[in-house]
């Protein structure tokens, strides 16, 4: 595993319309990943957001500073190659919000 944060994220930007389309939403692809995952989110209020990558047993194994966002839906690019295959918990956290999603690495 690598250190938290390091080499974490790849860009972030602005998603097309028709992306995400739920108040809060959460999407992670190509699943699975190899090197580079994207995720994908909406934010309605102006919010400061990290994410962070848990192994099954809990342990944070991957720490992701996002930055803050305005209303919007955005996708960033996460280098994920250091991680061993397998099935990792991808968690993004904001002021008030607080999602989780499945992600598989190969």
């Known amino acids: ?28 692809y190509p699943q699975p990943a190899t090197d580079i995952l994207s995720i994908e989110f909406r934010v309605h209020q102006e919010s400061p957001l990290h ?7 809990g342990k944070v194994v991957k720490t992701i ?10 996708t960033s690019q996460v280098t994920v190659e250091s991680l061993h295959p397998g099935i990792y918990l991808l968690q993004v956290i904001g002021n008030e919000y607080n999602k989780q999603v499945k992600i598989v690495i190969q």
């Open 1 to 28: 595993f690598d250190e938290p944060g390091a080499n974490a994220l790849a860009g972030t930007m602005p998603s097309s319309p028709g992306g995400v389309n739920a108040e809060w939403e959460l999407k992670a």
């Open 51 to 57: 994410a962070a990558i848990y192994d099954l047993t």
């Open 65 to 74: 500073p996002l930055g803050v966002f305005t209303p919007g839906t955005y």
